[in-house]
């Protein structure tokens, strides 16, 4: 029965109805002991001796986002008044990543003691003039079923045991199907709350609880809108995922994630610029030459301080795609868009090109260009100049002065058809790619970037299995030899030594020094990034090898080989629901994509989920049948799920194991298997044949069993490894 105005409860003297709390009535009230305001929330029923244990143990919480417990009574609750209103959306993307944070805080607090809210809403969280405060821990978990010995259907909380508790709107799916939960199931809820935040609606509705509770259970939320940043879209959607294990496994890496996304809006306020590729409006087919005009604006664009540019690769994905320049802005990562035409007749060109804000979709800047064809790449520096007039940047040096080298255009056009072919890392496409760099630099040998990715292009052949390491490194150093001496400076050419005086030389200390000269460059391209990262990895210095790719994706978000490269990174750094988000994202971005499949296989492994480690198998195979590892890897799920005589068929495509790259198709056979001294013998002839990708594989979870075993020495001494990369290259990844 409603208390009236005056009643007392102990020493607390009810004034007000404050509303209806998760276990009763709430009250605004006064402690006539120490005469200051309360809250007061009153149950129907008597509290036990249980409660009044777990309500300490809420009551020790002391954090500036939680609302404070100060007494017990026999049926009633004695907190904090807090003057507030409830938190309600839709919200400025900054000032929900600023109340998320501190939500996250809270939670982290309570979660380190052991707490599971399992009631988080937008009605128990109070937005105050000094933040947030987290309140109603009326039905909260104080520690585990494990930690208690009981029963686990029947979790410790502060109502009864055994039944469904919290809002049926923002329950977790372990909540809504009376399974147990733990701090994961704050993270969705949590994420449910962050949606609510950005959007103003639920992300689950119904028109009853059963219908909610379904939803939340079988389906997915709509889609955010793209004015949400991409880091915060991807922040949300990893927090609404079914299994606990696909979620972020704390408050404090969604808090990291947070920061994060609110360090990526503010360098939004950067300034930004992705060049499209341009269309090409001449009768013949020169859309090589309007692709080179674009990519050579993009390099003068590259050398301005201060001005952040969208690498070819990232933004020529566009290409002929009818799509809003504020999607294709957002996609990038920018505020700014340069799109523009070319139409040539004889030797006569014409150029228009505009500056589009993606805020908006105004134009900013426009002009047309008319030249001869002697003066194009005097017209790409006057394009360039422009636009960083139109967005008041200061060029640091004149264009004329920055560019170094001027290229045969045919030879310009023959390099960015072989980045075309070679970046599809196919059996089919890499020989196409060859073929157009050896044309490159026959028909400008001068060209410095063209001996350069000649170089790349060897390099990847020995670590894709495509030729052996012993016949490839040596035309890859040749190749990026020649373009060092053409310029010593030049930053893609040093990594790309940098990888082989490392993983074929086994030369630590020379590739160091090789790679610290190329991150010294200006400007630092994400290729260089990129490689880097890779060494990085390479040699245990996991944290630093995602930072280096990270970087890399900053400017070309888009690129496959980049993100391939981080959910790689990520999983060997022992962030495995990180590595399983980004193969999804990879997936979403590019379906055919097998290195995403082959990544998920492992992690569904590592998570005793066989079936559909089998399934992901499966796919990888069928999109790269020609790649050992992804052939040993079906082979080793097939056998784990029993179906042996399905495994020996598949394994035979290895053949010996005498032919290149097979080795490391054994190698990972063995290890998901658990076979370890076959995995060791495999590894010394991987070795043996200078297998490029052998040492980044080994980083991966799967072999730890090796590089735990009294193997693992010998080994790590063939590749000549530093003793400090020997002992601690693998800890990171050891701790799961």
Known sequence: MPLAAGARLGPYEILAPIGAGGMGEVYKARDTRLDRMVAVKVSNEQFSGRFEREARAVAALNHSNICQLYDVGPNYLVMEYIEGTPLKGPLPIDRALKYASQICDALDAAHKKGITHRDLKPANILVTANGLKLLDFGVAQVGTAAQSGEDCTQPLS????????????????????????????????????????????RAFQGDSAIAILAAILNQEPAPLGVEVPPEVRDIVTRCLRKSRADRFQSALELRAALESASAAKAREAQPSIAVLPFVNMSRENDEYFSDGLAEEIINVLAQIPGLKVIARTSAFAFRGKEQDIRK???????RNILEGSVRRAENRIRVTAQLISSADGSHLWSARYDREMADVFALQ????????????????????????????????????????HHSKYTPESMPRARQCLEQATALD?????????????????????????????PLARAALQKALYIDPTLPEALVGLGWIVALYDYNWKEADRLFRLAIASHPVTPKVHWYSGHYLFSIGRSKEAVEEIERALERDPLNVAYRRSLACCLLGAGREADAAEESRRILELYESEYWAYFLLSIIHARRGELEEAVQTARKAYS????????????????????DASAARTILQKLGDGQAYGAPLGLVTYYLLCSEIDSAADWAEKAIEQRDQALLSLLRLPYAKELRESARWPALAKMMNLPDQAARLSFRSCDTQ
């Open 158 to 201: 502060l109502t009864q045991a055994g039944t469904i508790v919290g809002t049926a709107a923002y329950m977790s799916p372990e909540q809504a199907d009376a399974k147990p939960v733990d701090a994961r199931s704050d993270v969705f809820s949590f994420g449910l709350v962050l949606y609510e935040m950005l959007t103003g609606r």
């Open 328 to 334: 294709t802005a957002q996609a990038l990562g920018v």
């Open 381 to 420: 520096d006057e394009i360039a100049a422009a636009i960083a007039a139109a967005l008041r940047i200061k060029l640091a040096v004149p264009p004329a002065a920055v560019r170094q080298y001027t290229p045969n255009l045919a030879s310009y056009d023959a390099l960015l058809r072989a980045w075309h």
């Open 445 to 473: 040998p001068g060209y410095a970037p063209a001996h350069s990715a000649l170089g790349s292009y060897f390099i990847s052949l020995a670590v894709l299995g495509m030729m052996p390491a012993h016949e490839a490194t």
């Open 623 to 642: 999109l790269a049948p020609w790649y050992s590892v992804v052939v040993a890897t079906l082979a080793a799920m097939l056998m784990r799920t029993g």
